[in-house]
């Protein structure tokens, strides 16, 4: 019994002539959650946040994520609709957001956070890194209401037809991703830093993983039609990826080598 993609409505909630999307929801409940988290982080006293740090620090990075990812959208995926059509920049309501430029647009946030406040980037990096997760699965959880990032076709017995595509089954790759890059990440990120680390360790550790199962799903997720495959089997979330793992492994030998140094001072 071949599964069917259930057709959802996109819209979530209709007023009149405003329109609040499944999408939008899956955002605002990632910076929730990320709050919350942060927070739960801040009453940590080793940690040195306050809950007034928190919430600026959730402000910067939503707006960064927000720019970021749609800017980053454009500009890595879809060029050619910049020219044709310049408003689509902001439309991020219609999907289209790029994790790898919501990273920058993340990291340029940051940068601004810790000149303000006179923190440390890599201080401030490991502390909102472990609250990032379940966000990302969120987001992929929007992908899916908005049947996107479909898979490859495949003949798993979960393989489920998107008609809005084609009759071919495919695998559900916005749920691995969902599963992947949300739940377990999270896991693995929150419990790497529930003890104190080399500063950037654990920013390192959320790049490399994040960097590895992306690289991953990429081998069942459908690349891009306007793209296809960049070189023989590599697409451009591959292409992407592999800075990430690069820079992780970096940061973490960094990072403890560090540690190792200032303990034989």
């Not at 927000?66 to 020219?83: E, K, Q």
């Not at 695998?171 to 693995?188: C, D, K, Q, R, T």
Request: net charge neutral.
């Amino acid at each position: 019994m071949m599964l069917i993609y259930p057709e959802i409505n996109p819209v979530a909630i209709q007023i009149g002539s405003i329109q609040i999307y499944w999408y939008a929801l899956m955002y605002l409940s990632a910076f929730a959650f990320a709050w919350g988290l942060g927070r739960y982080r801040a009453w940590q006293s080793y940690r040195g946040w306050s809950d007034k740090q928190v919430d600026d620090l959730i402000f910067f990075a939503a707006i960064g994520v927000i720019v970021g990812g749609r800017v980053g959208y454009v500009l890595f995926y879809n060029t050619s609709a910049l020219w044709q059509d310049p408003l689509s920049l902001i439309r991020v309501w219609q999907g289209g957001m790029s994790f790898h430029g919501g990273l920058l647009g993340v990291i340029t946030a940051l940068g601004i956070f810790t000149y303000w406040q006179r923190k440390n980037f890599w201080d401030v990096a490991d502390f909102i890194a472990p609250l990032a997760p379940l966000g990302l699965g969120l987001g992929r959880i929007g992908n899916f209401i908005n049947g996107e990032l479909w898979g490859r076709v495949s003949d798993v017995p979960w393989a489920m037809i998107f008609p809005h595509v084609d009759e071919w089954p495919r695998h559900p790759s916005m749920l691995y991703e969902a599963i992947l890059e949300g739940l377990i990440l999270f896991v693995v990120i929150w419990w790497f830093s529930a003890k104190l680390k080399p500063r950037a360790a654990v920013t390192g550790l959320f790049l490399l993983t994040y960097g590895v199962l992306r690289f991953a799903v990429e081998f069942v997720r459908e690349p891009d039609r306007h793209l296809g495959f960049l070189w023989s089997w590599v697409t451009m979330g591959q292409l992407l990826s592999i800075p990430m793992i690069i820079g992780g492994i970096g940061l973490m030998i960094w990072a403890y080598q560090r540690e190792s140094s200032c303990n034989n001072i």
